[in-house]
């Protein structure tokens, strides 16, 4: 009885183990993303005033999150594609989605839903805009060529 009650408590004290692991950073991951993608962006001639990148997961799917404040309240299909190329190249994680929001200089959201779709990219609109990391890298991969 002793014996099956330890092999229960240290399933447990794996199982507890391996969820508490799950919730913390792998080691080596590269966060360098939040520094690089708002810095080549800011860079760029696109015109960002501002800009952030994060990273998260909701449910099962993780996801890259860009935020970029212009310096006027307009943006072109090629301006947004040029933007989704830097984000691509600086971009240090992997994930599944990217989540875009993209607003003016007074905080106003700029649509950018129909460029998206322009660009070949059937997003998602919620609260955010997102489209699957695969259709921004074969946006980024237009803005290349």
Do not use: H
């Amino acid at each position: 009885m002793i014996r099956r009650r330890t092999g229960w408590l240290a399933l447990g004290g794996m199982l507890a183990a391996l969820a508490l692991g799950g919730c913390s950073q792998a080691p080596g991951m590269d966060d360098s993303f939040t520094e690089r993608i708002p810095a080549a962006l800011e860079r760029s001639d696109l015109g960002v005033t501002e800009s952030w990148a994060d990273k998260g997961v909701d449910g099962l799917t993780t996801y890259l999150s860009v935020g970029v404040s212009l310096d006027r309240d307009v943006i072109s299909a090629s301006e947004l594609q040029q933007l989704i190329a830097i984000v691509v190249d600086e971009n240090t994680v992997s994930v599944r989605n990217l989540r875009l929001s993209v607003e003016d200089e007074a905080g106003e959201d700029i649509d950018i839903v129909p460029l998206l779709e322009q660009l070949g990219a059937d997003p998602l609109v919620g609260t955010f805009v997102s489209i699957t990391f695969d259709e921004a890298t074969a946006i980024a991969e237009g803005a290349a060529s």
